[in-house]
């Protein structure tokens, strides 16, 4: 069984957002959210105080909704917020250990809480610890466990009921880069290989394009863009790097009366054009001006510059 | 090996029963305190005055040729070797320490170590409500106080029983019983929801615990000082003896204190509604302010 997607996962319908606005008191957290997840890994992105953890919590049903805002695996988050719960697991950023119990038995603990037999819980928790690498640990208090290890605790208690979605907030604050890796690595494997959704809410953008392929961008509770990560990355904006010789000012000038940007980067021109445009409208301006190109290569973009980007804008 | 390659097993569900969820809760808070040897000691200790009354009513009764059962009614009280519902009665107010006690032992920490650690977000991401959640904690603060107080009823009961050679039958094996459990159910229901309450107030246990004890011994000891003054009412304000005061009508006993049962029974009614709105309140996965 192990490294194929279950029944349960195989068969989940997916997370529907529809013109979900929210409030805490007069501050306006999220403005008319609209989005549908079918599985795989979604990177949920926004500066602090963005409304991602809101979202989040939208999603679990922690929230007072209107009906019909937040369907989660074709329940109604207004409506029968507990049956979906069945089949998420929700990873916090802060604390979320039950301090007084062993690692392990507070896994169980959680599964029992899930709707697990107490022996399946158990054994259940055994194998989640193991696959988090908490094996010979999992005697221990919770409350004595290192960063790294409570973060992949909070990960074993998320998984311990085989969800079909699991929720993960900031799963690697605080963690050193081993435990960072680590941490990444189980992430992908649940997302890739073993049939998860897995929403990653971050402000650590490596992170996203280490795990995720697609991303929801969140700007002051306002969802700016919901794209595959390499869409993101090749349609949002393109920059070419350009060398040649020749009349380059000419050359420049009749670019810039097209709208793009240029800039200079040693012997190199940088010309970065919108979405939609490409190499052919650099190429007519040389032909056009007898600027002679030696050099034109497109420069692809991280996931940062287009993050920058779109919250800059 | 990398972690990542040790594999994941989906659940294959086994086909047996899944409890409730209030019951993991209640079931785990039960068993904890139980495996500390001090703890264990402790609740010896809580009986200790169960086997004295029980003692004394058999010397009373059974052993009563041997030598002048009157007299030794009269070096104990009436109460110790009493049968009848208000001796019992005053067997579960003599009780109330080991009741703040036990209480302060397992409640305090109930819901200010889970608010401690950000652990009610783990809670109600699982398929439970506000009422499983606060049923199972009630249930353990219950099963402690019916340790100390119900619990040793029954057993007097039954041994009260044995040693009348069951001339008391109706009244020891029914009635009796019956009085407690009805006592003791909504006492324990209201005590449990109040200290909850306090519980959830905070993440600090020691502040919760003083909390509790000033409210069980100070308000007792404001009311011996204020009723010193000439101010039987202010009785009132003397929380544990609420209690009691009410609990004399279901016993058909004399009130301990000068003051209305029934006032006092609304006194707590009203303290308990307090709790249930403040855990309402207080415990969300999330604060929201509206």
Known sequence: MTGTASKVNQTSDGLRVQGLDFAYAQAIVLQDITFTLRQGSVGLLGPNGSGKTTLLRALLGHLPLPREKVNVLGWDMAVNPRAARQRIGWMPERGGIIPGMSGVAMVAYLGELSGMPERDAMQRAHEVMDYVALGEARYRKCEDYSQGMRQRLKLAQ????????????????????????????????????????????THLLPDVEAVCQEILVLREGQLLSHDVIDNQATTARQVFEVEGFGEEELFQA???????????????????????????????????TGYALRRLRRQRLSLADVFYKLVEE | MPVYERGYKHWEPSGRKALPPWWAIARRGIAGPLKRRGFLFLLMVAWVPAIVKGGILYFTFKAGQLFDAGQLVRLVGGNWASIEAPGFFAFLTWQKYFVLIFLTIVGTRLISKDRQENGLALYFARPLGLVDYVAGKVIIIMFYYFMVTLFPVYALAVFGYLVTAGATGMEMLVLIPLRATLFCSLAGLSLSLILLSLSSLGHRAV????????????????????????????????????????????????????????????????YTALACLILKQRIRPVEVVS
């Open chain 1, 158 to 201: 998320a998984l311990v009921h085989d969800p079909a979605w699991i929720f993960l907030d900031e799963p690697t604050s605080g963690l050193d880069p081993k435990g960072r890796v680590a941490i990444l690595k189980l992430i992908h494997d649940l997302a890739s290989n073993k049939g998860f959704g897995v929403i990653l809410s």
């Open chain 1, 254 to 288: 009749r670019l810039r009366e097209q709208g793009v940007e240029i800039t200079k980067d040693g012997r190199l021109t940088l010309i970065t054009v919108g979405s939609g445009e490409g190499a052919e409208m650099i190429l007519a301006a040389a032909e056009a």
């Open chain 2, 207 to 270: 502040f919760i615990t003083v909390g509790w004890v000033l409210i069980y011994l100070g308000s007792e000891q404001i009311a011996n000082l204020m009723t010193l003054f000439g101010n039987r009412w202010m009785r009132i304000v003397d929380f544990p003896a609420q209690y009691f005061q009410a609990g004399a009508l279901l016993f058909d006993a004399n009130p301990p204190h000068p003051i209305s049962p029934w006032g006092s029974f609304f006194v707590l009614l009203v």
